[in-house]
């Protein structure tokens, strides 16, 4: 069977810091380095964390993540300006919502595809919304377990059922870390993942070569790779010290087009060469679907969850304003499934469940 060309996602994340000008910039910098899709977030801080979430460890060191991320709220213009550009360059536009605010505001935006991030995989309400648009959906499948998957692919394809449309659903493997070490991306996975579930599988990759996992992964199958992308990795987006910059991109597009002419097994031998047996066969790993090492001890907390949104006093019914599902991070605690969100609703609380904490069994 003859190989397709990838299709390359540059993930621009808050690179833009808020600016238009410079959004645009990064599109047609992106376009110009072999992108054939531009990927946003649009950003609403209410629907991704508490306010007393604290300082996030990331890349560019331990950031006040919701306050970054209120001072990235942008209004429906903002995107549909970005969109536009895209088109004007000639490449896709693609966006992540977290939430029914921004879902809402992406539907209005018309979208042929929707990309769900690793942390929102287990977000039961948000998985029904995308799932009954019938379209398109990368779906990031970092920090994330075999039976999570399986129960967000469910989710999605009984939305889409429901309303009788159809979902297309493309499982982007990833590792949820920043960087995230090569040697963790096990990406024998891949054609596992695809049989698995009956879809096509590609890469989110946060690794910081712009060659050896994007590469290794189109040769275990990958038709979609997805890289941060940023104008330089000096800039202060969030994500932007493990981006590429233009120079890289082009790097990784031109080794990937590459590879298209070339056998799996000439591609492996020639990666070898290039970064050594030992590393290669470490990223390439073995092909069982589990948490990486770096992911482990952010399970259930990069994940979502159930959270008090403000005090609810013990004795107190617990009403719908009360509670929203977070990410929890690291100093928070986290609560319940998202899925156990409406069965806990009308029910009494045991005991004093303070603001930003998660809402546990014990406490209703």
């Known amino acids: 069977m003859e190989k397709k060309n990838p299709f390359i996602i540059a993930e621009l994340g808050s690179s833009h810091g808020g600016d ?118 990368y779906l990031s499948t970092g920090v994330s377990t075999l039976g999570d998957i399986e129960e967000a692919v469910g989710i999605l394809n009984k939305a889409a059922f429901e309303n009788s449309k159809t979902s297309i659903i493309t499982l982007l493997h990833c590792v949820t870390a920043y960087p995230a070490p090569p040697e963790n991306y096990n990406l024998r996975v891949l054609p596992n993942l695809a049989g698995i579930f009956g879809t096509e599988a590609g890469i989110s990759d946060h690794s910081l070569n712009p060659v050896l996992v994007p590469v290794l992964g189109y040769s275990m199958g990958a038709v979609v790779i997805e890289k941060h992308f940023c104008l330089s990795r000096n800039d202060p987006g969030l994500d932007d010290p493990i981006a590429l910059d233009p120079i890289t991109f082009k790097q990784m597009y031109t080794a990937l087009h590459r590879a298209v002419g070339l056998e799996t097994d000439q591609i492996i031998k020639e990666m070898k060469g290039e970064f050594g047996s030992e590393l290669v066969e470490k990223t390439l790993g073995n092909g069982v679907k589990t948490l990486s090492a770096s992911e482990k001890t952010n399970y259930g907390r990069t994940n979502r969850s159930v959270h008090a949104l403000r005090d609810i006093a013990e004795g107190e019914t617990i009403k719908p304003e009360m509670i929203a599902v977070l990410r929890t991070e690291k100093i928070l605690r986290p609560g319940l499934h998202p899925r156990y969100e409406s069965a806990i609703l009308g029910r009494k609380a045991r005991n004093t469940i303070p603001a930003g904490e998660g809402v546990r069994f014990q406490d209703v």
């Not at 380095?33 to 979430?53: M, N, S």
């Not at 209005?108 to 648009?133: C, F, H, M, Q, R």
């Open 20 to 137: 238009i000008i410079k959004a645009k910039e990064l599109i047609s910098a992106a376009a110009e380095a072999g992108a054939d899709c531009v990927k946003c977030q649009i950003i609403f801080a209410d629907e991704i964390l508490h306010p007393k979430t604290g300082k996030v460890k990331l890349p560019g060191g331990d950031i006040p993540l919701y306050e970054v991320f209120k001072s990235l709220e942008k209004d429906e213009n903002f995107y549909r300006e970005m969109k536009n550009q895209a088109e004007l360059c000639g490449i896709q536009f693609l966006a992540t919502p977290f939430g029914q605010k921004s879902a809402k505001l992406l539907k209005k935006l018309n979208p042929t595809a929707v990309k769900i991030a690793s942390p929102e995989l287990n977000y039961t309400d948000l998985l029904k919304e995308i799932g009954s648009w019938g379209q398109l959906i």
